[in-house]
């Protein structure tokens, strides 16, 4: 017979490994979950969800309202900080003090080419913050003492950064001169540009119909159930215009063309110079080119293990000058792109590197590349675009802007496959076009040391 001591410990244990293996199966299962958007329509606004396992839940609507799009300046940054102030429904402290009892936080932003504004919290709150969303975009009052008291000193200081950082200014300068209006629209607003002028609270409570206008934005979600999504979507998002009304023109729907040239601005808080070309589109549009993602994780110039220079093409060759910071960044839009690669330091530095960033774009468009450096590029342009495809954030954007821009979810499997297949050839292909193309530079600091486009043998 055994004793009851015994039965007692063996049902112990037993409880213990039942939790751990359920425990095991849960994280199996989130490990195992899959990143596909599933997309629909609900009454006439399109939108997508992943629902990924966990309790918590981000919900995000994805307008086509960026800089690109903004009729006329600051109008993108300031639908941004009205997000979640006063609306007819609700004031902006009984927003705040909601979603604090809730346990949730929302979030307002903008770049190039759209506005998002969304929130997280817990699964089971859904219902309350698509609402939320849906009161956002529709009934938000655009009063005058919030336009010249909260919303104008926010947007001043947000340039104030952007001037006090040289590498941003010089990014900003990058995209005008490459593609002068459209995505060639400034970020943020420099000090110069007579905002007041353009932005009043009437225009801008006009130009929020047109940005939220149901076929120009899109409602995300990841860790949501889609069935979920698509009711309380199909409830709350009713009192919505289906197309923009006319009350300004059309602008930034024009295909975006390239320009290239040079542009240089004096600067006394540190070095900063851009080098950059035409780059590849969004892999939901027509103009996606996924060689040249590749080219930029072979130039590289920032290494990815510390202690070490790492095995890109630019770390290797601007070994001599370490005060110069170098980076590699592909800009992706909807239909264009811009390949950039960073300089920031020293100016003597600078004009060092920058000689060696040209001569190592010539040696790639030559053929003087190993195979190995080819295969090490694929592996880690699949990875950055897979890791910020994965990111919730920056899906969001991708699959919202996707939606909007071509019907179409961004899906990280059809992106890996892409990459996967880039040959060495056309790599070398890609350098080539570069060089037989109009480069954009952007120089920012001290101008008398930092170094001309065609000293350093670009053709602009």
Known sequence: MIARSRLARNGHRAVQWHARASNNRYLATAASGSFAYETGDAGGVKFASRDLPGPTTHLAVVAKAGTRYQPLPGFSEGLEKFAFKNTYKRSALRITRESELLGAEYSAYHSRENLVIGAKFLRDDLPYFTELLGEVISQTKFTAHELHEEVEPNMQHSRKVMLTHPTEFAENSAHSVAFHRGLGNPLYPSSSIPMTKYLDQERLQSYSRVAYAKSNFAV??????????????????????????????????????YHGGEERIAHDAGNSMIIAFPGSGSVTGPSYKPELQVLAALLGGQSNIKWTPGFSLLSKATAEYPQAHIVTTHHTYSDAGLLSVSISGLAHQIRGASQEVVNTIKSVAAGSISKEDVKKAVATAKFRALESGQNIDTGIELTGAGLVQGGKAFQLDELAKSIDSVTEDQVKTAAKSLLDGRATVSTVGDLYILPWAEEIGLNV
Do not use: Q
């Open 220 to 257: 995300v979600a990841n860790g949501a159930n889609h069935s979920e999504l698509s009711k309380w979507v199909g409830e709350f998002f009713t009192d919505i215009e289906t197309s923009p009304p006319k009350d300004f023109s059309s602008t930034g729907s024009e295909p975006t063309r």
